[in-house]
């Protein structure tokens, strides 16, 4: 019944910046924390980013320091802005539950499309 739909994704140059946006709808019964994921060829999706309802959050190594995961829990949205792109980070972003152990749910959304390339 939680339904995530992410927006954003682009083609964008090495060393480039965007910023990605995940609305949640749908039944949610309480704050959770809530992360990007993403999905490249030929790899496992992978969670890049958390965040918990306060604000604390969380980064996978290779992201550190060029993303930031942010949230509006009024507006039920999470972003992810990310800076310093590289073309390793070409993947399907996708929005979702999950951090601190934190299972994503299912059905997962479309996600959204980065495509680093120069």
């Known amino acids: 019944q939680v339904r995530f739909v992410e927006s954003g994704g682009d083609l964008v140059q090495p060393g480039g910046s965007l910023s990605l946006s995940c609305l949640v709808s749908?039944?949610?019964?309480?704050?959770?924390?809530l992360a990007w994921y993403r999905q490249s060829p030929g790899k496992q999706r992978e969670l890049v980013a958390a965040?918990?309802?306060?604000?604390?959050?969380w980064y996978e190594h290779f992201v550190k320091g060029r993303f930031i995961i942010s949230r509006d829990n009024l507006k039920n949205m999470v972003f992810l802005q990310m800076n310093s792109l590289e073309i390793e980070d070409t993947a399907i972003y996708y929005c979702n539950r999950g951090g601190w152990s934190a299972p994503p749910f299912a059905p997962w959304g479309q996600g959204t499309r980065v495509t680093v390339s120069s």
């Open positions: 749908g039944s949610i019964f309480g704050m959770y924390p």
């Open positions: 965040i918990r309802s306060g604000g604390t959050s």
